[in-house]
């Protein structure tokens, strides 16, 4: 967990260069990928994360860092972006990096909200979620962090090149694996849906059953859940044949397993522990 000053830090940067980046546009994109090329360059140099957050450091020196750092090709926001962190304080060396990721995440959501896709985005990084739950040999090689990133980021690839995602979708599905961060695959996927749909002002409810929904079905669950978490939601439906009768439930990271073989297994374990 984040120390107080590193909350403070981040929060306060954030709102201050929010409307820079919002208002960036089609260059959101290039900005959250150079912040988030920067947050694995911090992530493996901790001698670098030192002389940018040392607080007897002058402020121009730490700057000066940076500049050495980007260079002369990277967006002007993004140098102001690392500019305006660096001047900051904060509880651990390591806390900058996070609040380097932070604002590279929140480039991708303005770039999808520039192309109307941030709900799209939300969906797909809900289906694949939703998609490599039932593949646990998969995922655990997506955080194997002594797995090459190259190799981790061609199995990626070769589960969702061919697929329509949105082009933020792949490069946040990629940022996940390339650089791990101290997180199962998993983890970082849902933090993202949970970033998104607090950015959309609603929940992503993700339903997995073995038919489509009905418009029907959806109005329910979405007044449901609506009623259940406090705000609006929006209900992710995901077809899985193998599912065997009733469905499955994801808010957030609780999961309500509702299916045929959940209750099976259930009942397994009740007769296993009365034997």
């Known amino acids: 967990m984040r120390g107080e000053a590193s909350r403070i830090a981040d929060r306060v940067s954030r709102d201050s260069l929010a409307p820079k980046l919002r208002e960036s546009g089609e260059d959101a994109w290039r900005i959250g990928n ?37 260079g002369d ?45 941030t709900l799209q985005v939300s969906v797909e990084l809900a289906e694949l979620h939703s998609a490599l739950l039932n593949l646990p040999v998969v995922r655990s090689k997506l955080y194997d962090d002594s797995v090459p990133a190259e190799a981790r980021i061609k199995l990626l690839n070769s589960l969702i090149g061919n697929t329509d995602f949105t082009k933020v979708t792949k490069r946040l599905a990629e940022h996940a694996t390339c650089n791990l961060r101290n997180r199962r695959y998993l983890q970082t996927i849902q933090w993202l849906i949970n970033k998104f749909s607090r950015h959309m002002g609603e929940s992503m409810v993700t339903v997995t059953t073995a038919k489509p929904l009905t418009g029907e079905q959806i109005d329910k669950l979405t007044a449901i859940y609506s009623k259940k978490t406090g705000h609006p939601v929006h209900i992710n439906s995901v077809v899985d044949p193998t599912v065997l009768g009733g469905m499955r439930v994801q808010v957030g990271d609780e999961v309500t397993d509702n299916t045929v073989v959940a209750q099976l297994q259930h009942l397994q374990r009740t007769v296993k522990a009365t034997a």
Not at 37 to 49: A, G, R, W, Y
């Open 73 to 117: 090709q990277a967006h002007p926001l993004t140098m102001e972006i690392m500019a305006d962190l660096v001047s900051r304080r904060w509880s651990r060396v390591t806390d900058i990096a996070n609040a380097v990721e932070d604002f590279g995440v929140d480039g991708m959501m303005y770039y999808a909200d520039h192309t109307n896709t």
């Open 34 to 70: 150079e912040l988030f090329l920067i947050t694995n360059v911090l992530d493996h140099n901790v001698q670098l994360e030192r002389a940018l957050t040392d607080p007897s450091r002058p402020v121009e020196d730490k700057v000066a860092v940076v500049k050495a750092l980007v």
